[in-house]
């Protein structure tokens, strides 16, 4: 494709600005209990009640000592003993040393533990002979999460790492922003549902399904419409009860220029919405724009384009809209490539790949193969997509390339 045919197209990057320009994350909150709260977004950020650790405690199993007394002796009588959960106590005598282990609070005035493989016990009490520093062996209180810090800002998604750090501090409530709520329908006369056998002209309806599993992983809460003929009528009816249910509405299909593309013409009457063709490959064709109360998106029919345009497009504005300020876009990494990559300058291209690790420690790819939008199993043969700037050409094995690796929405790792 030549630059003519392309100059009118808008780059990833102004469609990401204006979907998140244009678009206000949910304001709502709850408050649940810690243990139901994984892939949930904070709406407020944790703060520490307490120091973790919440004492001075022993990272070892040894002897708790004060500096000075072993300046003036190599050998101290032991006086007492510190367990976890028990503390030494009563008075500690000068010139001597406790036995401690650990997690034991470390006895007032110590300021190191040595180790028990470092002391050698004899009939007046322990012998010391490595040096000691100060503070050696010792944990101290709040080392690891200082009281009134804040744990988590605002917008995290609460994963299997952070949830027990929240429950290390006591915490059994949390408060977390309100699940989106999306609706998705699919158009096309040509769609079977799933588990009906085909008639002549039909496929089954994959866009739904792909969709509805991306939305789940991404912790919304789905309201599925089914499949809709490529009628005015019943879209119509269908853009107006999915705004009444849902923040965010997603249909595929009907937004190219097509004779039975009716979804444009529908949008016009019932929302405010920009169609865009955008310079990426594939999925050039997308709407985006608002209802009368739901934000709407418009993803190609193609199901490579479908799934294409909701990961670099709707997973961000998912993002936004959950409050979930913490999202990273996906990381991309230099790779060479192995295999030659056609692709002609004026739309960033996102090939499928897979992705290794060669002899020599690098990072190699090579294509899945055929790159057609309707090449589904491009995304199960592959484990990343090669992203191919706008302005480049073929490219030849042995180039580098940059890549960036599935993320949970299109494999399970
Ligand atoms: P459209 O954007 O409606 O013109 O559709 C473009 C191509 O994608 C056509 O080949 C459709 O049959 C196909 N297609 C549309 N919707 C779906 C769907 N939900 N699942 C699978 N293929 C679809
Ligand atoms: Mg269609």
Redesign the pocket.
Known sequence: MDHCHTSGLISLEQALEKLLAQTAPLIVTETINLTESAGRITATDIISPINVPPFDNSAMDGYAIRLADLNENETLPVAGKALAGTAFQGEWPTDSCIRIMTGAPIPSGADAVVMQEQVEITEIGARFTSPVKQGQNIRTIGEDIPQNSIVLPKGTKLSTTQLPLVAALGITKVDVIRKLKVAIF???D??QAIGEPLQTGQ??????FAVRLMLEKLGCEVIDLG?LPDSPKTLHNAFAEADKLADLVIS?????V?E??YTKQILDEVGKISFWKLAIKPGK?FAFGKLENAWFCGL????VS?VLTFYQLVQPLIAHLSGFTEWKPPMRLNAKSTTPLKKSPGRLDFQRGIAAINQDGELEVRTTGHQGS?IFSSYSLGNCFIVLERERGHVEAGETVQIEFFNHLLKNQ
């Open positions: 699919s158009t096309g040509e769609l496929i089954y309806d994959t866009n739904r499949a595929s299909g009907g937004v190219s097509g039975a593309d064709p190609p029919g193609n199901p479908a309707h």
